[in-house]
């Protein structure tokens, strides 16, 4: 570990109890799950969007295999 690593280390969590360590490390990894849920959302509005502004009803590739596994993930 470099020294620079552990000062920035030592400046984040340095001050804290072992409940507050675990207490970042709990919302850390919530806020990682919502941000995949929010990815995840937009990427299907995208697709709707897509679906929706064609007129021909013709998806390109990338998209139709995105529906895919869209509409296969809400089952």
Do not use: C
Not at 19 to 43: C, F, H, M, P, Y
């Amino acid at each position: 570990m470099s020294g620079q690593t552990f000062y920035d280390w030592k400046s984040k969590y340095g001050g804290m109890t072992l409940s507050e360590l675990q207490r970042v490390k709990e919302l850390e990894a919530e806020n990682a799950r919502l941000k995949r849920i929010l990815s995840d959302r937009r990427i299907s509005i995208g697709i709707l969007k897509e679906v929706n502004s064609r007129k021909s009803g013709q998806l390109t590739r990338g998209s139709a295999v995105l529906l895919m596994f869209w509409r296969k993930d809400r089952m």
